[in-house]
């Protein structure tokens, strides 16, 4: 077939790859959701944060439902999470979140994907805020701002993102309040609910060697089936 066939089929197979541990990170997150109380997402709001976070990227109903069903069995799966921070190429910084059967494992992994880009584990929890965020069409910013206001959410700020939809910020204590609220103004549908790090001052990568390896580095975690969520502070 030649080579041109030799690199669509790398392509593929790496697509196939990303594919597989995106499904594998969704369907831990929503089985570790649905083990945390109701396996019923009308019931159990993590898990219907979860179905909705992962539903966004595109998972399948299946995967979805197959970890529900796995959480209402009897087996029980033991999984540890764990959270890893990190200076990577050029200034960017990270937090890994992991969910793994194996803590060494996952230790073992991150630390070699972060030093083989030239980085090194150390604390920059601190330049991150944990913020609860929404983001969702069909309602005016003053509607959502005094509806929120009124039932006395910690709000940070409401943002109109100019093209139609609303952005919602809230300290995390206030998620489920946040989302009651908004809810019951007939919102029911969220291109984003979840609560995340937001970094305290994004930076850029000029430098085309530190953003060659930041990308790199970047794929590198997104392809460790322990690595759950990465929050950076490159835009």
């Known amino acids: 077939m030649g080579r041109a066939h030799e690199v669509r089929a790398k392509a593929m197979a ?17 089985y570790m959701a649905a083990k945390s109380g109701e396996p019923d997402p009308s019931m159990n709001l993590a898990l219907r944060s979860a179905i909705e976070k992962w539903r966004s990227q ?10 529900i069903q796995k959480a209402k069995g009897g087996a029980v ?3 540890t999470e764990g ?13 890994i ?34 913020t609860g965020i929404f983001e969702f069409k069909g309602s005016s910013l003053e509607e959502v701002e005094e509806n929120l206001v009124m039932a006395d959410v910690d709000v940070r700020e409401v943002n109109d993102n100019g093209d139609g939809s609303l952005e919602v910020l809230v ?12 809810e019951e103004m007939g919102i029911s549908e969220f291109d984003v609910a979840e609560i995340t790090f937001l970094p305290n001052e994004p930076i850029t990568l000029s430098d085309p060697e530190d953003k060659r390896k930041y990308d790199e580095l970047c794929d590198m975690l997104d ?12 835009e």
Not at 58 to 67: E, G, L, S
Request: overall charge neutral; charged content about 25%; hydrophobic content about 40%.
């Open 223 to 234: 392809d460790l089936e322990d690595v759950q969520n990465v929050y950076t502070n490159v």
């Open 58 to 67: 595109n998972v399948t109903r299946d995967v979805i439902d197959r970890a």
């Open 97 to 130: 979140d992991t969910l793994t059967d194996n803590s060494n494992r996952a230790w073992i992994e991150v630390r070699t994907a972060i030093t083989k880009k030239g980085g090194h584990l150390g604390s920059v929890l601190y330049n991150f805020t944990e």
């Open 171 to 182: 300290e995390p204590t206030a998620f489920a309040q946040a989302r009651a609220v908004l």
């Open 14 to 30: 790496a697509t196939a790859a990303k594919r597989s541990a995106l499904f594998n990170r969704a369907s831990k997150e929503i």
């Open 83 to 95: 959270r890893y921070e990190a200076f990577g190429p050029g200034g960017s910084l990270f937090i």
């Open 77 to 79: 799966e033991a999984y």
